[in-house]
Every structure is written in structure tokens, then in C-alpha cells.
């Protein structure tokens, strides 16, 4: 019963998972805990990195699936980005700065790192 008043938002938030396919785990539990929570949630379609070994995936395969993910961040409300350990990768960086373009609010699974210059 209490669960269900959680999942029964009337306008529930659209969250898009961001980050390294390497952390599968991490976006398995994002998914379920924002899930739990009411939301609305856009993650990504397979876990590249993870499972490397079982997939084969061309570069134009890849190009096409970054621009997906990219028309996934367009449609949410916010981002949450699974930074595990801090790491944030040249693609989630590319997400990072889309989502800031298009203003959307944007969560981090850790506190990110300070910027440096």
C-alpha cells in the first residue's frame, strides 16, 4: 500500500540515467530506486562496456545510439548521473553538457568533483 502511493504520481517526473555502461549494477539500482520513487525513468538500451564480450557494436551503431540517448535527454525533466567512484567519461561529459544547454536539472549519484581550470 505505501509503495503504491509513490508509484501513483499524477505527473510523474522523466528521469534519464546517464553515465559509463560499465557500471550495469548502478543502473540497475537507479532504475529501480527512482522507479520506486514515481518516476518516469530513460536509461540507456544495453550496457556496452559490461557486456563487451556478448555484444559487437559498430561505430556507426554507436554514433547512432549517442544520438538516441541525446533525444532521451531531451525528453526528461532532469538527469541523474550515475558518476560511481566520481568517473565521468567523455560521453556522460557530452550528456552533461547537453543537458545544460536545454537547462534541465541535473542530479548526481555522488557529489561530483570541483572543476578545475
Known sequence: QE????????????VCLCGSTKFKQ???????????????VLSVGFFSHADK???NVT???KKA???LHFQK???CDEV???????YIGWSTRNEINHAIQLRK???????PAPLTC
Not at 509503495?3 to 522523466?14: D, E, G, I, R, S
Not at 536539472?105 to 557529489?111: D, F, G, S
Open 3 to 14: 509503495a503504491m502511493k509513490y508509484l501513483a504520481k499524477k505527473h510523474p517526473t522523466v
Open 59 to 61: 561505430e556507426e551503431q
Open 80 to 86: 541523474l548521473v550515475l558518476n560511481v567512484g566520481g
Open 26 to 40: 548502478a543502473f540497475i539500482d537507479a532504475n529501480f530506486r527512482e522507479t520506486m520513487a514515481g518516476n518516469i
Open 73 to 75: 535527454i531531451e525528453a
Open 65 to 67: 545510439l549517442d544520438e
Open 53 to 55: 564480450e556478448v555484444l
Open 105 to 111: 536539472r541535473i542530479r548526481y549519484l555522488e557529489p
